[in-house]
Every structure is written in C-alpha cells, then in structure tokens.
C-alpha cells in the first residue's frame, strides 16, 4: 500500500491539521436554527449507539481448517487496546460511530500513521470529517479525499461508510436531509411547551369585571383594580369584592395533552429513533424491553459493527487467512441466572470449561476447575468409558471379580 512510504506527506498533513477550524454538522447563520449536533434527541441515540459500539472488543481472527480462532499479538493489540495515540479503543471507536452517523455525514476516515524505523502502524489518526471533501473519478470506484488541502488517494487511509451514495458507493450520505423536518417539528414543539409552561396562557382564576368601569381602560387601572381588592388581603384571609362590580371564576388550566403537544412530540420521537435504528425508549417513548434492546444489538449494532471489521481487515491486512471481527456478547441484557443456566448446559456437554463459566459470571478461575466433566456424575471426560453401564456382561463381570478381590473400584 502507499502508505508505507508516505511519511513526507504525512508530516505535512499533519501540519496542516493544527490549522483547521473545528465545525459542527448543520453550522448556519439563521437566528433559532438547532444543528444536529446539538439537538438532545438526536445526541441521545447517537450516543447510545456510540456507546455500545465502542464497548465491543475487537478480535484479530485467523481461518483455520477446525474453525476460527482468535489471535493475540502485536496488531491486535495496537488495534483493540491503543489504536492512537492518547486515545484508547472506546474512545477511537466512539469517534469513529459519530463520525458516520452525525459529524461526517455517514463518513468515517482514518490517517495510517507508520514508525519509520520498524515500518509497524504508529497510529490510525481520524479525520476532522468537517474538514474533508471529495474529488470523484470518472468511474465509480476511483476517487481523491481533500482533507486540509492535503490529497489522499483511498489506499492511503481506512474510509468506513454508512449508506453508501446511490452514483458513488464509495462513500456514505447521512441522516441530515431525512431529519430535518423531524429535529425542526421537535424543536418547535418543545419550544411551545416551554412557552405553556411558563404559566402566562394558565391563569388559576379569572376576575369578571364591569365593563363600563372606566379603570379597566389602562393598565394602571387593571393593576389598581387587583392591588385594592386582592392584594391588600393578608394570605389565608378571604377576599372582600363588590358583587356588583367584580364576579369571580376559578377555571381549570389546558395541560398539553389538551393542545395534543405530547402525541406529536412522541410520533416524531418514534420516527427519529426509527430512521437512526433504535428503540424509542431510549427518548423516553415507551418503558424498557428487553427482547427489542437484544434485537436492537442484534441489528442496528452489529450492522455498524460489521461494517467497522470489515473495512479495517480490507484496508490493514495482508492475509487472506485473518480478519478482524467485532464481539457483541458482553452488549446483550442477561441476568445472573440466565448466565448460569447456559454455563450449566455447555459444562455439561463439555462444551465449555468450568473456569470458562465462572468467567461469564465474574469470577475468578479455580485450578481445580479446568478440567472438563460430563453430565450424570460430573465424572472426568477422560474416564466416560469406565461407566459401568457402557461395559458388556463379560467386561462387568470381570470387574466385579477385581472388586471382590480388593482390586480398583467400581464406577
């Protein structure tokens, strides 16, 4: 790859960085304008998805001929522990997830930066994806990315997509376009509820007073009006009106359910989960489920996760034998005894190791627990076929003899 001997250009890039300016997605000049960046619900999910993407670890995996196994060594530690510098996976990886889903407009790039000396990766530097633009090719795989004034063709960085452009799939579009009558219906709703709760629109009483007096004509008179025949009373004593000049009404505010503000705040809430891929609970629409949270991990999550391995094992590795591979298990809503009863199952297939299930559980590993058992009598693996059960009439009998004869033991 190019890469490798980019180090002259990176130095400029790098350069050049420290003198871009940091914008957010959405900067306008219109008086009132809510970017997308700041606007709570849309935070909420981002975060959300964010924040269980980058919780997931990230395995280097190398085919083999029994299976899949995982690989520790040198890269997979700089990729899933300290993928750049001063920055570690969760954070790298969150930056990254908000970069495709809000800040870089379903977009995502990293720099390879690589040690001069050994030719190993040094560090994979995002991208301010405010400051990045793209030059198309003729066709609809060739492309440059502008980033700083400093060009870079694709082989020279890790480019992560969400919604590929419908004429260059090669990179993402995000939700800005589709959200933005949603963002503005929420932000004007909430704007109106603040407006309601202010208490201006929801007098508790209302004074009917003569109409052809003449103080009702000014201000001042209104407010003499109340201070001479309200105000001037103590609190907890009654008021003393004249039943021919003033009648009193007590009345019963509008709430936001009469003016129906919460119905179209919580369709729009729904409408906004649904176009990001979460469940609307997260904006307070609904209580907690746990099968729609697993399906959500399932779906929304380890699509973007899918979407992160694969590129990182097209752009970062050489063998064709290796893959990187995102795991979501520990994502999952489980309760104690689910654990346990799945460990249980597996311990007692030998399907898993007894330190393997207390691991699941948080607890420590225990030397006397490694070994693997079989169901029935949680008898050794190694000694299945002593069961007494499993030997023929004449195998039985001649241990019974060696039994009787002060021999081994039987099972």
Known sequence: MAFWNRKKVQSRSENKT???????????????YIRLSDHPDVITIVDRIADLVSNMTIHLVEK????????????????????????????????????????????????????????LIENLIPFQMQNVSYEDGDNLIDYTIDYGGIKYSPDEVVHFVLNPHPLYPYRGIGYRIALRDLVKNLSQAN?????????????????????????????????????????????GKPWVIPADLINLHQVKPLSLKDIAIVEGMEIDKKSLAGLLGAPAFFLGVGSFNKDEFNNFINTRIMSIGQRIAQ?????????????????????????????????????????????????WVGLDPDEEMEELIILENYIPADKIGNQSKLLSDEERM???LKILKGGEKGE
């Open 311 to 359: 590129t990182l094992t097209r752009d970062i590795l050489f063998s064709p034998n290796w893959y990187f591979r995102l795991n979501p298990r520990s994502l999952y809503a489980y309760d104690l005894s689910e654990l346990v009863n799945a460990g249980k199952e597996l311990v007692d297939r030998t399907a898993m190791r007894r330190n393997e299930w207390r691991d």
């Open 64 to 119: 083999t001929e029994k299976g899949d196994k995982r690989i520790v060594n040198e890269l997979s530690r700089k990729v899933d522990i300290e993928p750049c510098k001063n920055m570690t996976r969760k954070t790298w990886l969150y930056k990254i997830v908000r970069d495709l889903l809000l800040d870089g407009d379903g977009n995502s790039i990293l720099h390879i930066s690589v040690d001069g000396n050994t030719g």
């Open 18 to 32: 420290k003198q871009l300016v940091q914008i957010a997605i959405g900067d306008v000049a219109t008086p009132g």
């Open 398 to 400: 001649a241990l019974a």
């Open 191 to 235: 704007k109106t509820k603040n407006n309601f709760m202010s208490g201006k629109y929801m007098p508790s009483l209302i004074l009917a007073v003569d109409a052809l007096n003449e103080e009702l004509s000014s201000k001042e008179g209104r407010e003499e009006i109340l201070k001479k025949y309200i105000d001037e009373t103590e609190g």
